[in-house]
């Protein structure tokens, strides 16, 4: 099966957030876990994160205008600092929920229900998580990543919360529950700080990974020619797009022609492994 485009798995992902909030909100009001609570707030924030990603990848697809020449593909980070933010206000609430309910505790009921319905959420969350990473990974789209990683998180929050849950009531300790909750809410704020730090990386013009580069490199240096050299290789990502800028010596006594005709096998090249290289040419020193 071909993976789906990020936009496609974003809006299944919109579809199946709000499914699994209500199911976990309501695994929350049967069992008055402040815990599964905190596992509901989550997966709202998910909600919100999803639809927030889907309407930057829709605007991230828009093609080049004149107010806007190298596309609009950086648009995909603003996802990533939005869904942490929100991921901050919301492990914000969970601590305070969390504190009263230390203050003032109060017994966990029905857990089998609750727990029950925890789970058909985090298979929910599992399936959307696979399909969001293989459109991200093969349309290179971080807004699709960072839903995906949210996601996962979630995915091993509800896994403690259950956990934690079935302890305080098999301890009778019910401090244990919103004393995982704030685990939780430790956890979600480790991952808000992980993406908001990722998506100002992608707005400061972070040069291509290594793989990507190498294949850059391989593809420039099967252009060359004797006598040909380039230096000053710059390169840049922005969202699904991906930049570069080199500088190509040639010798002095070429033509501009040829000279022109070898920058455009270069920049094909480029432009065959996914990546718009801009060419300067300029003579080469003698020696």
Known sequence: MPALTPRQALQVSVAVAILTTLLKGLAAWITGSVAFFSDAL?????????????AMVIYAQQPPDAEHPYGHGKAEYFSAAFEGGM?????????VS??????????????????ALAVLA??????VARLLLAAARTHRS???EADARHLMTDVFTT??????VALAVLTGHVWLDPLLAMLVALNILREGWRLLRRSVDGLMDHALNPAELASLEAA????????VHYVGLRTRKAGALRFAHVQVHVPGDWSVTRAHELADRVEAAAQAVGITLTTHIEPAQRR
């Open 87 to 95: 991921i901050f206000l919301a492990a914000l609430a969970i601590l």
């Open 42 to 54: 989550e997966s709202l924030v998910n909600v919100t994160g999803a639809a927030f990603a889907l």
């Open 159 to 164: 896994a403690g919360v259950i956990a934690g």
């Open 98 to 115: 969390a504190a009263e309910r230390i203050v003032h505790p109060r017994p966990i009921e029905a857990l089998g229900w609750g727990t």
């Open 142 to 144: 971080i807004a699709a």
């Open 220 to 227: 420039l240096a099967a252009c060359l020619v004797d006598g």
């Open 122 to 127: 985090t298979l929910a969350n599992l399936l």
